[in-house]
């Protein structure tokens, strides 16, 4: 098992990171103080290439972060199983970065999944009606 970091997270957990410790100190980027200025700098550069893309503030009390439409892969839900593939991809990449909250993506992940068994459902169904009509056409023509 990799090496994390030794500092505990503001909830009183652990941290998790395993890469990018400082072999000094064996702490992550943004839990060591010798790399102040280079995690402020890394968070400045992230919160550039992310502007117009990230998740809103929960409003109202809300506990959940709301992405704007044009946010989401092809800004359109997912319709098929590429779109499913990417938005899984999409997620994860929002889980690690802070995008979206967890019970989010909890959320999202249960829908591409329910998405995913019913393409695969209506895939089978469609293919089972075509060997059901083959086989009853095989029947006629055989006279059985």
Known sequence: MSERCRATRHDGQPCLVTWGLAPETRLCLAHDPLRKELAAAARRAGGITTTGAVA????DGAKYRVVPPHAVPR??????????????????????????????IREA????????DSIHKKDLLDRIRRLEKLVSQYERERGV
């Open 56 to 59: 809103a503030p929960p409003r």
């Open 75 to 104: 800004g359109r839900p997912p319709k098929t199983l590429d779109d499913c593939i990417r938005w899984a991809s999409w997620l994860a990449f929002a889980a690690v970065t802070g995008l979206i909250d967890g019970i989010s």
């Open 109 to 116: 992940n249960r829908s591409l999944q329910t998405l995913k």
